[in-house]
C-alpha cells in the first residue's frame, strides 16, 4: 500500500525566507507525484506534478520539487515566499495505473508580513 | 478555465439522516472521485467512478455510502444513515484518462456536519 508522510504540520515564515517542505512516499512500483494547494477558502490547486524525465520540476508561482528516487522524497521548495503563500500544501502520489491518489497531512504556511 | 463544482457548501444533519452531496464534473471528463478529510486528519479516497460503474472503492466506503451519475452532468454522493463520525470535508474530483499520469482536479468541498 502506498504511503506519504509530510514533516512539517505547521510552518511559519517571514516574507522572502526560502522555503522548502518535506514529503516522502512509500511504494514499491512506480509513481507520479504531486504538490497540491488550498489557499484558505478554496479548492485543492494543482501545483507541480512529475511522471518522468527530469527530476526537478517547476511548477506554478515560483515553486519547484525535486524528485530523489533513491531517498523516495519529493520536497517542495520556494527560493523566497511571499504573504499570499499562506495555505496547506499537499503531497500526493498515485501508481502509474491507478487512479486513487494518497495524500500526506498537510502542512500549513503561515506567511508574515 | 472549466472548474469541478459542488453542492452544498456546508450541510448540517442529525444523525441516521440520508444526504447527498452534489458535485459537477468538468465536462469533458470520464473518471469522477470522491475524497474526504475528517478535521485534523489526511484527505483520503472513498470510491471512483467510471462509465457508471464503480473502478474502486476504499475500505471506508462501505455499504452506507452509494455514488451515482444521475444525469449527464452531476456526480452525487449518498451516505444513507449518517453517523457522527461521518462528519468531514468531503472532496469531489474528475480527470480525462483515470491514470496516475493524468491530473485530478478537485472541487471546493462540502461540509458535512452531523449531530
Known amino acids: 500500500a502506498q504511503s506519504v508522510s509530510q514533516h512539517n504540520h505547521h510552518v511559519i515564515l517571514s516574507e522572502a525566507a526560502s522555503l522548502e517542505l518535506g514529503c516522502n512516499y512509500s511504494?514499491?512500483?512506480?509513481?507520479?507525484l504531486f504538490w497540491y494547494v488550498q489557499y484558505p477558502g478554496q479548492h485543492l490547486q494543482l501545483l507541480l506534478k512529475?511522471?518522468?524525465?527530469?527530476?526537478l520540476v517547476k511548477g506554478i508561482k515560483g515553486f519547484e520539487a525535486e524528485f530523489i528516487k533513491s531517498k523516495f522524497s519529493f520536497n517542495l521548495r520556494k527560493p523566497s515566499v511571499q504573504w499570499s503563500d499562506t495555505a496547506e500544501y499537499f503531497c500526493?502520489?498515485?501508481?502509474?495505473?491507478?487512479?486513487?491518489?494518497?495524500f500526506g497531512g498537510g502542512t500549513r504556511l503561515m506567511v508574515k508580513p | 478555465e472549466p472548474e469541478v463544482t459542488q453542492t452544498p457548501s456546508h450541510q448540517v444533519t442529525q444523525m441516521g439522516q440520508e444526504v447527498i452531496l452534489r458535485c459537477v464534473p468538468i465536462?469533458?471528463?470520464?473518471?469522477f472521485y470522491w475524497y474526504r478529510q475528517i478535521l485534523g486528519q489526511k484527505v483520503e479516497f472513498l470510491v471512483s467512478?467510471?462509465?457508471?460503474?464503480?473502478?474502486?472503492k476504499s475500505e471506508i466506503f462501505d455499504d452506507q455510502f452509494s455514488v451515482e451519475r444521475p444525469d449527464g452532468s452531476n456526480f452525487t454522493l449518498k451516505i444513507r444513515s449518517t453517523k457522527l463520525e461521518d462528519s468531514a470535508m468531503y472532496f469531489c474530483?474528475?480527470?480525462?484518462?483515470?491514470?496516475?499520469?493524468?491530473?485530478?482536479?478537485f472541487g471546493p468541498g462540502t461540509r458535512l456536519t452531523v449531530l
Open positions: 500526493a502520489v498515485i501508481s502509474n495505473a491507478g487512479n486513487m491518489l494518497t
Open positions: 511504494y514499491g512500483g512506480t509513481v507520479n
Open positions: 512529475y511522471f518522468s524525465g527530469d527530476p
Open positions: 465536462s469533458n471528463h470520464l473518471y
Open positions: 467512478f467510471y462509465n457508471n460503474e464503480i473502478s474502486e
Open positions: 474530483a474528475s480527470n480525462k484518462a483515470g491514470v496516475g499520469t493524468d491530473t485530478q482536479y
